[in-house]
């Protein structure tokens, strides 16, 4: 498990097609694509490396440590997803409407302090919705990305099971730009079980949105 302590610079070349502009396509340095398609291989780990903490830990195919996430409070409503270093990326919130608690979550750039008494200033660079499916409803759509909090038109949908380690993120056009799969032993094709995943991000989405994505759907459906 020494690998997974190793730290990583976020000073490194990026693929192309990542220098594209938007909202959802912040261009933060990371060194695990694949050469041949640009393609992010990420294994996520779902345990925080710090004892007594809930979260995420994110290895690259290196065996560098990319993300973490570490939650003090099971049921928190604020989660942090920080780089290798523990620097902070981006702040979820659950988000609240006349003081209740909806099935939407802001994300914010950075780190931000954010409660029911006391709101951030800052405003949110997408939300995500869960979607509420009606009794008998067949849809295999879990969420929608959207840009900013106003945005009505979805960036992105969210579809399959995350309960199954088996979803992904599509654009407006139906193109895939990350999947989430169970980890498989390349050799003896030995499952990991649930705890431990892949998340494969590809160009046209930044991986600390694709893998805040995925904090936000562990907190919708387990």
Same mark, same amino acid.
């Given at each position: 498990?020494?690998?997974?302590?190793?730290? #990583?610079?976020?000073?490194?070349?990026?693929?192309?097609?990542?220098?594209? *502009?938007?909202?959802?396509?912040?261009?933060?340095?990371?060194?695990?694509?694949?050469?041949?398609?640009?393609?992010?291989?990420?294994?996520?780990?779902? *345990?925080? #490396?710090? %004892?007594?903490?809930?979260?995420?830990?994110?290895?690259?195919?290196?065996?560098?440590?990319?993300?973490?996430?570490?939650?003090?409070?099971?049921?928190?409503?604020?989660?942090?997803?920080?780089?290798?270093?523990?620097?902070?990326?981006?702040?979820?919130?659950?988000?609240?409407?006349?003081?209740?608690?909806?099935?939407?979550?802001?994300?914010?750039?950075?780190?931000?302090?954010?409660?029911?008494?006391?709101?951030?200033?800052?405003?949110?660079?997408?939300?995500?919705?869960?979607?509420?499916?009606?009794?008998?409803?067949?849809?295999?759509?879990?969420? /929608?990305? /959207?840009?900013?909090? /106003?945005?009505?038109?979805?960036?992105?949908?969210?579809?399959?099971? /995350?309960?199954?380690?088996?979803? *992904?993120?599509?654009?407006?056009?139906?193109?895939? &730009?990350?999947?989430?799969?169970?980890?498989?032993?390349?050799?003896?094709?030995?499952? %990991?079980? &649930?705890?431990?995943?892949?998340?494969?991000?590809?160009?046209?989405?930044?991986?600390?949105?694709?893998?805040?994505?995925?904090?936000?759907?562990?907190?919708?459906?387990?």
């Amino acid at each position: 498990m020494i690998h997974f302590l190793k730290s #990583l610079s976020r000073t490194v070349h990026q693929c192309p097609e990542e220098l594209e *502009k938007g909202i959802l396509k912040i261009n933060r340095n990371n060194s695990n694509y694949d050469t041949e398609d640009c393609t992010i291989s990420l294994t996520v780990w779902r *345990k925080s #490396l710090i %004892f007594s903490c809930n979260g995420f830990t994110v290895i690259g195919s290196d065996g560098s440590l990319v993300y973490r996430v570490d939650n003090y409070s099971r049921c928190s409503d604020q989660v942090v997803l920080m780089d290798g270093s523990g620097n902070p990326i981006f702040t979820i919130c659950r988000r609240r409407k006349l003081r209740l608690v909806d099935w939407s979550w802001l994300v914010y750039d950075g780190e931000v302090s954010t409660s029911h008494n006391n709101p951030s200033s800052s405003k949110p660079i997408f939300y995500v919705r869960k979607n509420m499916k009606i009794l008998g409803e067949s849809s295999k759509v879990l969420a /929608y990305v /959207y840009d900013g909090v /106003y945005d009505k038109k979805c960036a992105y949908t969210i579809e399959g099971s /995350y309960t199954h380690r088996m979803c *992904k993120i599509l654009d407006e056009s139906r193109r895939v &730009l990350a999947e989430i799969k169970r980890k498989q032993d390349a050799a003896g094709g030995v499952s %990991f079980g &649930l705890e431990v995943f892949v998340l494969s991000v590809r160009p046209g989405l930044d991986s600390g949105v694709a893998m805040a994505i995925v904090s936000l759907l562990d907190q919708m459906f387990s």
